[in-house]
């Protein structure tokens, strides 16, 4: 084990693959099967968030607190 004791000492990192979303769409690269199908989805929910039915966000309780989060620290950085 390695001094953290969360990997054996032998463990080789691989190599770090860079592709574009385009090749996730295509079929030709693969970042799991969930975060996949995120994003094929994501430009059909993008358009329809630009669309003229669509005025305002419903977020959980959780997306919230990380939209709270992110409005605080604008204010702290201004």
């Known amino acids: 084990m390695s001094s953290t004791g969360f990997v054996p000492e032998s463990y080789v990192r691989p ?3 860079v ?7 295509a079929g030709r690269k693969t ?8 994003i094929e ?3 059909n929910v993008q358009a329809g968030m630009n669309s003229a039915g669509f005025s305002r966000t ?3 309780d959780d ?5 709270h989060f992110h409005n605080e ?3 702290k950085l201004r």
């Open 15 to 17: 190599e770090r693959d």
């Open 19 to 25: 592709f574009q979303h385009e090749d996730i769409v």
């Open 31 to 38: 970042m799991t099967d969930t975060i996949d199908q995120d």
């Open 41 to 43: 989805l994501l430009g």
């Open 58 to 60: 419903f977020l959980n």
């Open 63 to 67: 997306e919230m607190r990380i939209q």
């Open 73 to 75: 620290l604008e204010h």
